[in-house]
Structure formats: structure tokens, C-alpha cells
């Protein structure tokens, strides 16, 4: 759905979340966009070595998983939250802002989140 519908955007496809780990250490990546629940490493983790590894990488939760004990923590590591099943129209327009608050803001990696959905 995105390759079609912003050809121009460079989109890479993790299968999980060590292999988004060595993605992250091995290419230049703008926005992540990860879920909470994965088999082989947390939405949770994955934020935490991303926002402590890769700071300047915009980070998105795209998840059904948001009622985690783990909230507040998820809510500090990522800068735009959106629910699961997100329309495709909703999850475009996250994905703008995320790439538009990286071209403002280099270092945009401090956290705090924006929820959407």
C-alpha cells in the first residue's frame, strides 16, 4: 500500500525486530515504525535500543497492543502512536509528519508522543 502510493518514500521491511535492529545500525533510516507485540524481541526493547542507538530516527507505534502495562514507557521511546487497524490514509499522514518533524529537527529524538487513531 505505501510503495504504491508514495513510490518516492525508500521503504525497507524487517521481518523482526533484531533484524530491525541490524537494519537500523546498518542503513540510514528516517522513521521506524514497529508493533508492540513480536516473537523474538518487544516493541518495547526495540524503542528502547532505537531511541538509545539511532536518536536522530523518528519513532512510530503502529499497534492493537497499546493497553500495555508498559504505556508510560512506550509513550516516552515513541514520538507518534497510532492504533491498529490504522486506514491507509491515516497512517500516510503519520508518516508525513514523522518524515517532516525529521527534516525540521535532525535530532528529533527526545521522545514524547503524539497519539493518533
Given at each position: 500500500?505505501?510503495?504504491?502510493?508514495?513510490?518516492?518514500?525508500?521503504?525497507t521491511?524487517a521481518?523482526?525486530?533484531?533484524?530491525?535492529l541490524?537494519?537500523?545500525?546498518?542503513?540510514?533510516?528516517?522513521?521506524?515504525?514497529?508493533d508492540?507485540?513480536?516473537?523474538?524481541?518487544?516493541?518495547?526493547?526495540?524503542?528502547?535500543?532505537?531511541?538509545?542507538?539511532?536518536?536522530?530516527?523518528v519513532?512510530?507505534?503502529h499497534?492493537?497492543h497499546?493497553?500495555t502495562?508498559e504505556?508510560?514507557?512506550?509513550?516516552?521511546?515513541a514520538?507518534?502512536i497510532?492504533?491498529?487497524p490504522?486506514?491507509p490514509?491515516?497512517?500516510?499522514a503519520?508518516?508525513?509528519?514523522?518524515l517532516?518533524?525529521r527534516?525540521?529537527n535532525?535530532?528529533?529524538?527526545n521522545?514524547g508522543s503524539?497519539?493518533?487513531g
Amino acid at each position: 500500500m505505501l510503495r504504491a502510493t508514495r513510490p518516492q518514500w525508500d521503504i525497507t521491511l524487517a521481518a523482526s525486530g533484531r533484524q530491525a535492529l541490524m537494519m537500523l545500525n546498518a542503513l540510514t533510516i528516517d522513521v521506524m515504525v514497529t508493533d508492540l507485540d513480536m516473537p523474538d524481541l518487544s516493541g518495547i526493547t526495540l524503542l528502547e535500543q532505537c531511541a538509545a542507538r539511532h536518536p536522530r530516527v523518528v519513532r512510530v507505534v503502529h499497534s492493537s497492543h497499546l493497553e500495555t502495562s508498559e504505556q508510560t514507557k512506550m509513550r516516552r521511546l515513541a514520538q507518534l502512536i497510532v492504533n491498529k487497524p490504522a486506514r491507509p490514509a491515516e497512517l500516510i499522514a503519520v508518516l508525513e509528519r514523522a518524515l517532516d518533524a525529521r527534516r525540521r529537527n535532525g535530532d528529533n529524538g527526545n521522545g514524547g508522543s503524539e497519539a493518533c487513531g
